[in-house]
């Protein structure tokens, strides 16, 4: 294991041809100012702030490159990710696949204890975050064994998962 910057890790996944994230928190600090304009009403920052990620999907899949998305969530949908449902939308658009995990549906799932990425089928890397929900540490694994158990625990969890365009959860129906 290594411990990598921000700045690596950003690198690594610009690199990389086919990246699989597994999200398993109902929300990050990291995106604490688009919580804040959601809970003001502002879509215009949230289609802003969306967009840009949009534009780098595009980019990616343009290339030639995949990025598969599944997001563990709680239901009801934490506010956070009511927020996400919401905005996702053109990300998946531009070609992100992305899918939806009712928490309750996992129990039997052996998942990683943190959110990671596999990149390439090669790579895992972990972000560690503290109480806060705020960045603690990037760790990267070249470990087969690692990775197969990344890759395998997706793939099984992707199994279950709905995609985007077919998840509808009580909260969903009372976005703002």
């Known amino acids: 294991m ?4 921000v700045q690596q890790r950003r690198k690594l996944i610009t690199q990389t041809r086919r990246q699989l994230k597994l999200e398993l928190r109902d929300s990050y600090q990291v995106d604490q100012q688009d919580l804040e ?4 009403g502002d879509h215009a920052a949230l289609e802003a702030s969306y967009g840009t990620w949009r534009d780098e999907v595009a980019a990616m899949t343009s290339a ?3 990025l598969r998305r599944l997001r563990v969530v709680s239901e009801p ?3 956070y990710q009511q927020m996400a449902v919401r905005f996702s939308g ?3 658009d531009a070609g992100e696949n992305l ?4 928490r309750r549906l996992t129990s039997t799932v052996a998942l990683p204890g943190n959110d990671c990425f596999v990149l390439d089928e090669k790579l895992a890397m972990f972000n560690v975050l503290d109480g806060d ?7 990267l694994y070249d470990d087969p064994r690692v990775v197969a ?3 395998n625990a997706f793939e099984t969890a992707w199994s279950l998962a709905t995609p985007h365009c077919e998840y509808r959860a009580e909260e969903v129906s009372r976005l703002r």
């Open 77 to 79: 949908l934490s506010e």
């Open 149 to 151: 158990f990344c890759l």
């Open 37 to 40: 304009a959601w809970r003001a």
């Open 133 to 139: 929900n705020d960045r603690f540490e990037i760790q």
């Open 90 to 92: 053109a990300a998946v």
């Open 99 to 102: 899918r939806w995990l009712p």
């Open 64 to 66: 030639g490159r995949t």
């Open 2 to 5: 290594e411990s990598i910057s």
